[in-house]
């Protein structure tokens, strides 16, 4: 099959060379590149390479688990990063989220919803860097600046770094002040209908984004809990 050049590269990091080889195999017959990682640590490097339009993030691995490949990941790096987990490990779930990790997908998982996650994150993060070239519409918050249009927040001058969830997590609360919302409803709105998560993934965002924007994330000014309902944003 000839290379395209337009061809999106994954890079899978999973020990067992068995469920790697079938998901190379099956990205492969879809167009996508791929390259593999066997161990944290090389995966680590590999995803950092710049190479690579998406990862693919066992949780047990050798040298470095995927929890530790996916949190040095983000402090360098926005590439998409969707965390395999195994079935019963819901907690893990949210501690990859809440390491910065944008989706998972539990195994056993169909090739075809693995496929259809990575065209959706793909899709996302593409969308991202076409928001970045669009005219700029900023709104002012007080010492948060919001450019509804190019996916930029600014505080108190300095430019944020947010995951796409987050800032759209935030724009969607922004131009609906005072107005709250449950879980559901966010999940709904913000994450849309190709996502399968429950509603902690709501929670995980918010206290992501509260440590990015707020003064005291303890005791946010921006973006509020009305208790047993949801959350709401204030002008401060
Ligand atoms: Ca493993």
Do not use: H
């Not at 390491?99 to 996650?117: Q, V």
């Not at 249009?149 to 935030?170: A, C, S």
């Not at 609906?176 to 966010?186: A, D, G, I, P, T």
């Amino acid at each position: 099959m000839p290379t395209d050049e337009n061809a999106k590269k994954i890079l899978i990091i999973e020990d067992e060379v068995s469920i790697s080889d079938i998901i190379k195999f099956n990205l492969k017959k879809e167009g996508y590149e791929c390259d593999a990682a066997y161990d944290g640590q090389a995966g680590l490097e590999k995803a950092l390479s710049g190479e690579f339009d998406l990862v693919l993030l066992d949780l047990m691995l050798p040298k470095m688990d995927g929890f530790e490949v996916c949190k040095r990941v983000r402090e360098r790096s926005s590439i998409p990063i969707i965390m395999l987990t195994a079935k019963e490990e819901e907690v893990d779930k949210v501690l990859g989220l809440e390491l910065g990790a944008d989706d998972y997908i539990t195994k056993p998982f169909g090739m075809r919803e693995l496929i259809a996650r990575i065209k959706a994150n793909i899709r996302r993060s593409d969308q991202m860097v076409e928001k970045a070239a669009e005219v700029s519409d900023v709104k002012d918050f007080g010492s948060l600046e919001i450019d509804m249009n190019r996916y930029q927040v600014r505080k108190n001058g300095e430019v944020l770094d947010l995951t796409l969830r987050e800032f759209e997590l935030l724009k969607y609360l922004a131009e609906r002040e005072e107005r709250v919302f449950s879980r559901e409803q966010l999940l709904e709105e913000v994450w849309g209908y190709e996502y399968y998560g429950d509603i902690r993934t709501v929670d995980v965002t918010v206290r992501r984004l509260r440590e990015k924007i707020e003064d005291d994330p303890s005791d946010p000014a921006y973006i509020l809990t009305r208790r047993g309902i949801g959350y709401y944003f204030r002008r401060p």
